[in-house]
């Protein structure tokens, strides 16, 4: 990693980070109606982590919690949706600098970067880059992947703005904003 290495935080995150993906994915994940696409929070929490901790974590804290959650609850990781959580939560990720959530300041215009990021993130992820895989890797029928990529992808994008900007807005509220402290004299 060209002499960077993860913190021990960090690293401690993502081990966190990976276990509530996947207690939210199994307890607090409601069935759509389309086979194998639920309403899922653990997107909303995936978004919050990767903007405390960067895009590695995010990206590892999707990627291994996604495979953890279908290894336990499924019995075989579904690869393509695997690597578009990780590709999720790498891209949400990439907005951890310009966001800066310890500055404390949750305000409109990055709320607004916030959710343009990962309206992104989840566009390329699940309307574009899981049901290709679905197709290429698992001989899937194109209209089945789609129609199941296009609901999980407008859900996750909603359950992000919605519960990850909450989440973000509540955080940031508990950091201290530069310049908010004096010294008693």
Avoid at 84 to 89: D, H, I, N, Q
Avoid at 128 to 142: G, K, M, Q, R, W
């Amino acid at each position: 990693m060209g002499g960077k290495t993860l913190s021990i935080k960090t690293i401690v995150a993502i081990g966190i980070g990976a276990a509530v993906f996947v207690i939210l994915g199994r307890f607090a994940s409601i069935p759509t109606g389309v086979p194998n696409t639920n309403f899922d929070t653990s997107y909303g929490f995936l978004a919050l982590m990767a903007i405390i901790f960067g895009p590695v974590a995010g990206g590892l804290i999707g990627l291994i919690g996604h495979t953890l959650k279908d290894f336990i609850f499924y019995g075989t990781p579904w690869w393509s949706w695997v690597v578009v959580s990780g590709l999720v939560g790498f891209i949400i990720g990439l907005a951890s600098k310009k966001i800066n959530i310890e500055e404390g300041i949750f305000n409109a215009k990055k709320i607004i970067l916030f959710n343009v990021v990962q309206i992104i993130a989840q566009a390329i992820g699940w309307f574009a880059i899981a049901p290709t895989l679905d197709v290429l890797i698992y001989a899937e029928p194109v209209n089945k992947v789609y129609l199941q990529g296009a609901v999980a992808g407008g859900l996750n994008m909603v359950t992000v703005a919605v519960l990850g900007s909450l989440l973000l807005s509540i955080y940031a509220k508990t950091r201290s904003q530069s310049g908010s402290l004096t010294k008693d004299v």
